[in-house]
Each structure stands twice: as structure tokens, then as C-alpha cells.
């Protein structure tokens, strides 16, 4: 299984709304990261989860709020957001220690409109 | 601190032809380096990559070389198709150790191809 599974795909939520995205990977990898794009920009990090903890926090809004409750899954809680926030969220995974070229194994998005 | 340089498009090509795209890099040590290919509405997935000088990654009718002296990955295909029209971003990784501070990324090459 080399897969990284997102759900929801699409999610559209009100500026007073709580929702969630999740993603999921079974391929035993130990880092797991929460990417933002916006349309024909590249990925811009947000958190990194390193052996289940927050290793990297790129000054995001607190409106966004991570949690990797094991090693295989990834939360991102989602709080009074802004419109400006509509954007795909993108989770992905690598190996860590010896050996790990660096490669991360995206998933296909969660794609979030915030009305 | 690490960066990636590529092309920008919109990159329009006829079917059959010639493509490169070139990228050059920044970076402290000795980088693995990555092609992504994003399709419309979706995730990213990985190309091909090198980790090392000299490298050569490989997939798909694509190719890149590792070049260290030029700090270069340029990307080439022979021959394109209809359904290589995306977005590709070249990347790196600076995280000899398998460390994980995730991807440093161009800002992507938006490919056309036209029948």
C-alpha cells in the first residue's frame, strides 16, 4: 500500500463552522505533513508531525489546528476560517531515519471553500 | 536557505515535440532533488528523482541528470503527448539523515499541450 488517503475530497464550510480533513497512510512512515495550495502556486508548508509530534509550526493561524492521534493518521481541525482560506489541502508522508531520500507521497487534496 | 528556480509558463508544446524544462538550485549539502507532476483537480505525485550526482531518474518517457556542477535537474522528454499537460515542480530535499522538514519547491511549470 503506497497510498496517502484524504477525505474529505471536497468540503465546503460557513466562516462559523468546525469541520475536519483527515488523512491517512499505512506505509509504516513517520512523518507526516499538512501542505496549503493555492491555484497554480506551489505547496506551502504548514505543520510537520515527526514520530507523532509537532516538529514544525510554519506561523500558521491558530484557526487551523493539527493532531496525529497514532502514526498512520493526521487531523487538521478547521475554526472560524476566512474566505482567503478557501484553498487544496494536501497531506503527505516520508520515511524517516537511514535511507530516507526525502521523498514525500502526497495525497490527492482535500479541496476546501469557505463561504 | 534552499531554493529551487524554474521556468514558469504556461509552456505550450505541439504533440511529438521536444520538452524541457529547466531547474536549477540553492542549497546547503548534498540535496536529493525531485520532479512532481500535479493533473488537473488532483494531488501531486512524484516523477522521478535523484539523490545524488551523476544520477539519473527516469519514468514515464522522462528524464533528469543530477548535474552537481551546475546545480541543474532540467527535465526532458522526447516525444510529448496530449496527456502530459499538467503542472510540474521541481523540488528538494536537504535532509541527509532522513530528517523531515518536508520539501522546498519551484514555483511549477504549467505544461499545454496541444494536438
Known amino acids: 500500500d503506497t497510498e496517502v488517503t484524504q477525505t474529505p475530497k471536497h468540503l465546503v464550510m460557513g466562516m462559523t463552522n468546525k469541520k475536519s480533513l483527515k488523512c491517512e497512510q499505512h506505509?509504516?512512515?513517520?512523518?507526516m505533513y499538512w501542505y496549503k495550495q493555492k491555484a497554480k502556486k506551489p505547496p506551502e508548508l504548514m505543520f510537520v508531525y515527526s514520530y507523532e509530534k509537532l516538529s514544525i509550526n510554519e506561523s500558521v493561524p491558530s484557526r487551523f489546528s493539527p493532531e496525529c492521534p497514532n502514526s498512520s493518521l493526521l487531523n487538521l481541525h478547521l475554526h472560524a476560517l476566512q474566505p482567503e482560506d478557501s484553498a487544496l489541502y494536501l497531506c503527505?508522508?516520508?520515511?524517516?531515519?537511514?535511507?530516507?531520500?526525502?521523498?514525500?507521497?502526497f495525497g490527492e487534496g482535500s479541496r476546501l471553500t469557505v463561504l | 536557505g534552499d531554493s529551487v528556480t524554474q521556468m514558469e509558463g504556461p509552456v505550450t508544446l505541439s504533440e511529438e515535440a521536444f520538452l524541457t524544462i529547466n531547474c536549477t538550485y540553492t542549497?546547503?549539502?548534498?540535496?536529493?532533488l525531485f520532479w512532481y507532476v500535479q493533473y488537473p483537480g488532483e494531488g501531486l505525485q512524484l516523477l522521478l528523482k535523484a539523490t545524488k550526482a551523476d544520477d539519473k531518474g527516469s519514468n514515464k518517457g522522462f528524464e533528469a541528470t543530477y548535474r552537481k556542477e551546475t546545480t541543474s535537474f532540467h527535465l526532458e522528454k522526447g516525444s510529448v503527448q496530449v496527456s502530459d499537460s499538467a503542472v510540474y515542480f521541481c523540488?528538494?530535499?536537504?535532509?541527509?539523515?532522513?530528517?523531515?522538514?518536508?520539501?522546498?519547491f519551484g514555483k511549477g511549470t504549467h505544461l499545454i499541450i496541444q494536438p
Open positions: 503527505a508522508s516520508s520515511r524517516r531515519g537511514t535511507g530516507s531520500t526525502g521523498e514525500l507521497f
Open positions: 523540488a528538494l530535499s536537504d535532509q541527509a539523515g532522513g530528517g523531515a522538514d518536508g520539501l522546498t
Open positions: 542549497a546547503t549539502g548534498y540535496p536529493s
Open positions: 506505509m509504516g512512515h513517520r512523518a
